[in-house]
């Protein structure tokens, strides 16, 4: 009944920024923590950012200074804006979001996950 889906990700030069949405959408009656997970080829799936539903944000340090974790609660919506992108940054990045349903039920939902690919 719910479904989380990421957009925005695509192919970026090094040192170029890109904008990730990641919209829930369903019966949802709240949603607590949003993350950013990324996964690299070879790699084990990594968090990135996570944001509470009071706004208060944490980052990987790999990418402390560079990313921003944001969200929208009117729009169910979750954001990641990464700037000063590098090679190391390329990875399949997967939305999440601890939520309570309508009907009382606590979730753990997943996205599908965007490809962000940094290349010259």
């Known amino acids: 009944q719910v479904q989380l889906v990421e957009s925005g990700g695509g192919l970026v030069q090094p040192g170029g920024s890109l904008r990730l949405s990641c919209g829930a959408s369903g019966s949802i009656f709240s949603i607590s923590n949003m993350r950013w997970y990324r996964q690299a080829p070879g790699n084990q799936r990594e968090l990135v950012a996570t944001i509470n539903s009071g706004a208060i944000t944490n980052y990987a340090d790999s990418v402390k200074g560079r990313f921003t974790i944001s969200r929208d609660n009117a729009k169910n919506t979750v954001y990641l804006q990464m700037n000063s992108l590098n090679l190391e940054d390329t990875a399949v990045y997967y939305c999440?979001?601890?939520?309570?349903?309508?009907?009382?039920?606590?979730?753990?939902?997943w996205g599908h996950g965007t490809q962000v690919t940094v290349s010259s």
């Open positions: 999440n979001a601890d939520l309570i349903t309508t009907d009382g039920r606590w979730r753990s939902e």
